[in-house]
T-cell receptor, first 113, second 114 residues
Framework: EADIYQTPRYLVIGTGKKITLECSQT?????MYWYQQDPGMELHLIHY???????EKGDLSSESTVSRIRTEHFPLTLESARPSHTSQYLC????????????FGPGTRLTVL | DQQVKQNSPSLSVQEGRISILNCDYT??????FLWYKKYPAEGPTFLIS?????DKNEDGRFTVFLNKSAKHLSLHIVPSQPGDSAVYFC?????????????FGKGTKLSVIP
């Protein structure tokens, strides 16, 4: 069973606030991903990391930033939240090859008022 | 332009019958395909995958078929159970090209009626 955690599970905040969504995994996986998903839509890759100190932007442009200082931790930060950031954010990791199973966390449902 | 398409947003099936979920793709570089199941307020969970060197992969009640010439894959669930009610996402990658990224479809919401 995979152990990948996301906090908070739900967050409602006002416009202009700075927020950090946490993602941690205890499996020692090198490759980690952040996806954004709106209801009825596909998962869009917004950031990924293939190891410590390595981060890249995904296909979907995002105003968020990420960091990877430790293997197990891949937080996502929004410096100034806006209503357009309202979405579900999903974190995932894989052990090595893409043909390995990609494990997902439970997600953070973000609402910006 | 969507590279992975799930054209049916929803599907309703009677318990015990077969559920067939379809997925089409346009990128010829895709060589590895996965199906994920997602319940509300949870992350997707992996169901079954298939490599482009195969045309069928089976795991219990779940079977995935791949038709490379048509760029089409389908997930069969037999027999369908009420607990199968969820959103099913098709995903693809170009693993042979060294990509570690997945491209997802929009999902199909399956409702299994008791």
């Amino acid at each position: 069973e995979a152990d990948i955690y996301q906090t908070p599970r739900y967050l409602v905040i006002g416009t202009g606030k700075k927020i950090t969504l946490e993602c941690s995994q205890t499996m020692g996986h090198d490759k980690m991903y952040w996806y954004q998903q709106d209801p009825g839509m596909e998962l869009h890759l917004i950031h990924y990391s293939y190891g410590v100190n390595s981060t890249e932007k995904g296909d979907l442009s995002s105003e968020s930033t990420v960091s990877r200082i430790r293997t197990e931790h891949f937080p996502l930060t929004l410096e100034s939240a806006r209503p357009s950031h309202t979405s579900q954010y999903l974190c995932a990791s894989i052990p090595g090859q893409l043909t390995d199973t990609q494990y997902f966390g439970p997600g953070t449902r973000l609402t910006v008022l | 332009d969507q590279q992975v398409k799930q054209n049916s947003p929803s599907l309703s099936v009677q318990e015990g019958r077969i559920s067939i979920l379809n997925c089409d793709y346009t990128n010829s570089m895709f060589d590895y395909f996965l199906w994920y199941k997602k319940y509300p307020a949870e992350g997707p969970t992996f169901l079954i995958s298939i490599s482009s060197i195969k045309d069928k992969n089976e795991d219990g009640r779940f079977t995935v078929f791949l038709n490379k010439s048509a760029k089409h894959l389908s997930l069969h669930i037999v027999p369908s159970q009420p607990g199968d009610s969820a959103v099913y996402f098709c995903a693809a990658s170009a693993s042979g090209a060294g990509s570690y990224q997945l491209t997802f479809g929009k999902g199909t919401k399956l409702s299994v009626i008791p």
